[in-house]
Protein backbone atom coordinates (compact mmCIF):
# COMPACT_ATOMS: atom_id res chain seq x y z
CA UNK A 1 0.00 0.00 0.00
CA UNK A 2 1.28 3.47 -0.75
CA UNK A 3 -0.76 5.02 2.18
CA UNK A 4 -2.08 3.86 5.64
CA UNK A 5 -5.25 5.29 7.33
CA UNK A 6 -5.78 4.37 10.77
CA UNK A 7 -9.26 5.41 12.85
CA UNK A 8 -9.79 4.72 16.39
CA UNK A 9 -13.47 4.61 18.19
CA UNK A 10 -14.24 4.74 21.86
CA UNK A 11 -15.60 1.96 24.09
CA UNK A 12 -17.93 -0.71 22.27
CA UNK A 13 -18.41 -4.01 22.60
CA UNK A 14 -18.07 -5.80 19.30
CA UNK A 15 -21.61 -6.95 19.28
CA UNK A 16 -23.11 -3.95 19.18
CA UNK A 17 -20.96 -2.59 16.35
CA UNK A 18 -22.04 -5.30 14.26
CA UNK A 19 -25.63 -5.32 14.86
CA UNK A 20 -25.85 -1.41 13.76
CA UNK A 21 -27.43 0.00 10.74
CA UNK A 22 -23.89 1.32 9.33
CA UNK A 23 -20.69 -0.16 10.43
CA UNK A 24 -21.49 -3.41 8.61
CA UNK A 25 -21.91 -1.90 5.61
CA UNK A 26 -18.80 -0.49 5.40
CA UNK A 27 -16.65 -3.80 4.86
CA UNK A 28 -19.85 -4.84 2.46
CA UNK A 29 -20.19 -1.31 0.44
CA UNK A 30 -15.67 -0.67 0.59
CA UNK A 31 -14.29 -4.00 -0.35
CA UNK A 32 -13.86 -4.86 3.51
CA UNK A 33 -12.49 -7.69 6.03
CA UNK A 34 -14.08 -7.77 9.37
CA UNK A 35 -11.50 -9.26 12.14
CA UNK A 36 -13.82 -11.27 13.92
CA UNK A 37 -10.82 -12.00 16.42
CA UNK A 38 -9.43 -8.80 17.52
CA UNK A 39 -8.55 -7.52 21.05
CA UNK A 40 -7.62 -4.47 22.20
CA UNK A 41 -4.61 -5.00 24.92
CA UNK A 42 -5.83 -3.58 28.33
CA UNK A 43 -8.15 -1.37 29.81
CA UNK A 44 -8.72 1.93 30.16
CA UNK A 45 -8.19 4.13 27.14
CA UNK A 46 -4.52 5.48 26.65
CA UNK A 47 -2.60 2.55 26.69
CA UNK A 48 -4.41 1.01 24.05
CA UNK A 49 -3.37 3.91 21.82
CA UNK A 50 0.00 3.73 23.13
CA UNK A 51 0.56 0.23 22.19
CA UNK A 52 -0.72 0.95 18.87
CA UNK A 53 2.26 2.91 18.13
CA UNK A 54 4.69 1.63 20.07
CA UNK A 55 4.38 -2.53 20.53
CA UNK A 56 3.86 -1.77 24.31
CA UNK A 57 1.78 -0.12 26.72
CA UNK A 58 5.10 0.90 28.70
CA UNK A 59 4.14 1.60 32.20
CA UNK A 60 1.23 3.68 30.77
CA UNK A 61 -1.70 2.15 32.92
CA UNK A 62 -4.60 4.69 33.38
CA UNK A 63 -5.61 8.66 31.80
CA UNK A 64 -3.26 10.61 33.08
CA UNK A 65 -0.50 12.59 30.39
CA UNK A 66 2.01 10.62 30.09
CA UNK A 67 5.21 11.69 28.93
CA UNK A 68 7.43 8.70 27.36
CA UNK A 69 11.04 8.11 26.78
CA UNK A 70 11.28 5.64 23.93
CA UNK A 71 10.62 4.59 20.79
CA UNK A 72 7.55 4.83 18.36
CA UNK A 73 6.23 4.00 14.88
CA UNK A 74 7.25 7.29 14.01
CA UNK A 75 11.64 6.82 14.79
CA UNK A 76 11.02 3.89 11.92
CA UNK A 77 8.83 6.11 9.66
CA UNK A 78 10.98 8.85 9.88
CA UNK A 79 14.10 6.58 9.23
CA UNK A 80 12.72 5.25 6.24
CA UNK A 81 11.22 8.64 4.85
CA UNK A 82 7.53 7.97 4.76
CA UNK A 83 5.47 10.86 5.54
CA UNK A 84 3.03 10.62 8.37
CA UNK A 85 0.42 12.97 9.88
CA UNK A 86 -1.84 12.86 13.20
CA UNK A 87 -5.44 14.31 13.01
CA UNK A 88 -6.78 15.26 15.84
CA UNK A 89 -10.17 16.62 16.12
CA UNK A 90 -10.58 19.57 18.12
CA UNK A 91 -7.42 19.68 18.29
CA UNK A 92 -5.54 23.10 19.29
CA UNK A 93 -2.66 22.76 17.56
CA UNK A 94 0.90 24.68 17.78
CA UNK A 95 2.19 21.23 20.01
CA UNK A 96 0.13 21.54 22.56
CA UNK A 97 0.49 19.35 25.45
CA UNK A 98 -2.96 20.41 27.45
CA UNK A 99 -5.06 17.17 28.66
CA UNK A 100 -8.27 18.69 27.51
CA UNK A 101 -9.42 21.13 25.20
CA UNK A 102 -12.83 21.52 24.20
CA UNK A 103 -13.67 17.54 23.09
CA UNK A 104 -10.01 16.84 22.71
CA UNK A 105 -8.37 14.85 24.84
CA UNK A 106 -4.56 14.09 24.95
CA UNK A 107 -5.08 10.61 26.42
CA UNK A 108 -6.67 9.38 22.73
CA UNK A 109 -3.36 11.26 20.94
CA UNK A 110 -0.55 8.80 22.18
CA UNK A 111 1.99 10.82 19.63
CA UNK A 112 2.58 13.65 21.88
CA UNK A 113 2.98 11.51 24.94
CA UNK A 114 6.46 10.57 23.41
CA UNK A 115 9.25 13.13 24.07
CA UNK A 116 11.13 12.55 21.05
CA UNK A 117 8.09 14.03 18.94
CA UNK A 118 6.63 16.57 21.11
CA UNK A 119 9.70 18.55 22.54
CA UNK A 120 10.73 18.12 18.33
CA UNK A 121 9.14 21.30 16.30
CA UNK A 122 9.52 19.25 13.17
CA UNK A 123 7.46 16.02 14.46
CA UNK A 124 5.09 17.69 16.75
CA UNK A 125 4.15 19.67 13.64
CA UNK A 126 2.62 16.45 12.20
CA UNK A 127 0.24 16.58 15.29
CA UNK A 128 -2.52 18.98 13.25
CA UNK A 129 -6.55 19.87 13.92
CA UNK A 130 -8.51 17.43 11.87
CA UNK A 131 -10.03 20.71 10.08
CA UNK A 132 -6.76 20.39 7.66
CA UNK A 133 -7.48 16.72 6.40
CA UNK A 134 -9.43 17.90 3.23
CA UNK A 135 -7.21 20.64 2.49
CA UNK A 136 -5.04 17.98 2.07
CA UNK A 137 -7.20 15.31 0.42
CA UNK A 138 -8.04 18.52 -2.44
CA UNK A 139 -4.04 19.12 -2.75
CA UNK A 140 -3.23 15.36 -3.20
CA UNK A 141 -1.01 16.04 0.30
CA UNK A 142 -2.26 13.57 2.19
CA UNK A 143 0.50 11.48 3.79
CA UNK A 144 1.48 7.60 3.87
CA UNK A 145 0.78 7.50 7.30
CA UNK A 146 -2.66 8.82 8.85
CA UNK A 147 -3.89 8.62 12.21
CA UNK A 148 -6.97 9.52 12.86
CA UNK A 149 -8.70 10.44 16.24
CA UNK A 150 -12.53 11.80 16.62
CA UNK A 151 -13.47 13.86 19.20
CA UNK A 152 -14.90 12.75 22.62
CA UNK A 153 -18.55 13.42 20.54
CA UNK A 154 -17.85 11.60 17.46
CA UNK A 155 -15.94 8.54 18.96
CA UNK A 156 -18.78 7.83 21.08
CA UNK A 157 -16.97 8.45 24.17
CA UNK A 158 -19.51 11.17 25.56
CA UNK A 159 -22.41 10.13 22.65
CA UNK A 160 -23.60 7.00 21.91
CA UNK A 161 -22.94 4.21 19.86
CA UNK A 162 -25.70 5.63 16.83
CA UNK A 163 -23.67 8.78 17.31
CA UNK A 164 -20.66 7.81 16.39
CA UNK A 165 -21.94 5.68 13.75
CA UNK A 166 -24.29 8.44 11.93
CA UNK A 167 -20.97 10.47 12.17
CA UNK A 168 -18.54 8.20 10.51
CA UNK A 169 -20.82 7.83 7.55
CA UNK A 170 -20.89 11.60 7.27
CA UNK A 171 -17.19 11.57 7.81
CA UNK A 172 -16.12 8.75 5.43
CA UNK A 173 -18.26 8.60 2.45
CA UNK A 174 -17.61 11.46 0.87
CA UNK A 175 -14.03 11.33 1.11
CA UNK A 176 -13.57 7.58 0.72
CA UNK A 177 -13.93 7.38 -2.81
CA UNK A 178 -11.64 10.68 -3.24
CA UNK A 179 -8.29 9.97 -5.13
CA UNK A 180 -6.41 12.26 -2.99
CA UNK A 181 -7.01 9.92 0.11
CA UNK A 182 -8.37 6.54 -1.26
CA UNK A 183 -5.24 5.64 -3.73
CA UNK A 184 -3.48 2.39 -2.93
CA UNK A 185 -5.17 3.50 0.39
CA UNK A 186 -5.72 0.55 3.48
CA UNK A 187 -7.96 1.87 5.52
CA UNK A 188 -8.38 0.30 9.13
CA UNK A 189 -11.65 0.92 11.34
CA UNK A 190 -11.12 0.33 15.00
CA UNK A 191 -11.95 0.40 18.68
CA UNK A 192 -9.73 1.24 21.23
CA UNK A 193 -11.31 -0.99 23.84
CA UNK A 194 -14.64 -2.79 24.33
CA UNK A 195 -17.36 -1.69 26.89
CA UNK A 196 -18.60 -4.20 28.92
CA UNK A 197 -15.07 -4.88 31.06
CA UNK A 198 -16.13 -7.55 33.37
CA UNK A 199 -18.43 -9.85 31.76
CA UNK A 200 -16.78 -9.95 28.28
CA UNK A 201 -13.37 -10.24 26.51
CA UNK A 202 -11.87 -7.22 25.58
CA UNK A 203 -12.59 -7.96 21.43
CA UNK A 204 -13.20 -4.84 19.55
CA UNK A 205 -14.79 -4.65 15.94
CA UNK A 206 -12.09 -3.78 13.27
CA UNK A 207 -12.23 -3.67 9.85
CA UNK A 208 -9.59 -3.10 7.08
CA UNK A 209 -11.05 -1.77 3.57
CA UNK A 210 -10.39 -0.19 0.63
CA UNK A 211 -10.46 -0.23 -2.95
CA UNK A 212 -6.50 -1.54 -2.97
CA UNK A 213 -7.22 -4.54 -0.64
CA UNK A 214 -7.07 -8.06 -2.24
CA UNK A 215 -10.46 -9.07 -0.39
CA UNK A 216 -10.90 -13.02 -1.10
CA UNK A 217 -13.15 -13.42 2.01
CA UNK A 218 -15.15 -11.34 4.09
CA UNK A 219 -14.22 -12.05 7.43
CA UNK A 220 -11.30 -13.20 9.18
CA UNK A 221 -11.24 -15.33 12.63
CA UNK A 222 -7.02 -15.12 12.86
CA UNK A 223 -6.54 -13.96 16.89
CA UNK A 224 -5.43 -9.92 16.18
CA UNK A 225 -4.61 -7.60 18.54
CA UNK A 226 -3.67 -3.30 18.29
CA UNK A 227 0.18 -4.62 18.27
CA UNK A 228 -1.22 -6.44 15.12
CA UNK A 229 -1.52 -2.93 13.26
CA UNK A 230 1.44 -1.78 14.24
CA UNK A 231 3.13 -5.16 12.83
CA UNK A 232 0.95 -3.87 9.47
CA UNK A 233 2.51 -0.69 9.07
CA UNK A 234 6.15 -2.01 9.62
CA UNK A 235 6.10 -4.76 7.10
CA UNK A 236 4.43 -2.66 4.69
CA UNK A 237 7.61 -0.14 4.22
CA UNK A 238 9.76 -2.45 5.57
CA UNK A 239 10.75 -0.47 8.59
CA UNK A 240 11.67 -3.02 11.01
CA UNK A 241 10.67 -3.20 14.48
CA UNK A 242 10.41 -1.74 18.02
CA UNK A 243 11.23 -4.98 19.41
CA UNK A 244 8.28 -5.16 21.54
CA UNK A 245 5.13 -6.54 21.45
CA UNK A 246 4.81 -5.72 17.43
CA UNK A 247 7.90 -8.72 17.09
CA UNK A 248 5.32 -11.54 17.55
CA UNK A 249 2.22 -10.32 16.83
CA UNK A 250 0.16 -11.84 13.97
Avoid at 7 to 28: G, H, K, L, R, W
Avoid at 57 to 62: A, E, K, R, S
Avoid at 68 to 78: N, Q
Wanted: glycine letters at 6%; proline letters at 5%.
Amino acid sequence: YDRIVIVVMENQDFNDVADDSYYPTIAENHNGVLLTNFYALTHPSQPNYIGMISGSTGGVILDFDSNIERKSVVDLLDAKGISWKTYQESYPGGCSTESSVDTYRRKHNPFISFKNIASNGTRCANIVPATQLDEDIENNSVPQFVFYTPDMNNDGHDTSLQYSSDWMKSWLEPRVGKPGFNNNTLFILTWDENKTWVIKPNIVYTVLFGPAVNRTVSTDDTKYNHYSILKSVEENWDLGNLGEGDVDAT
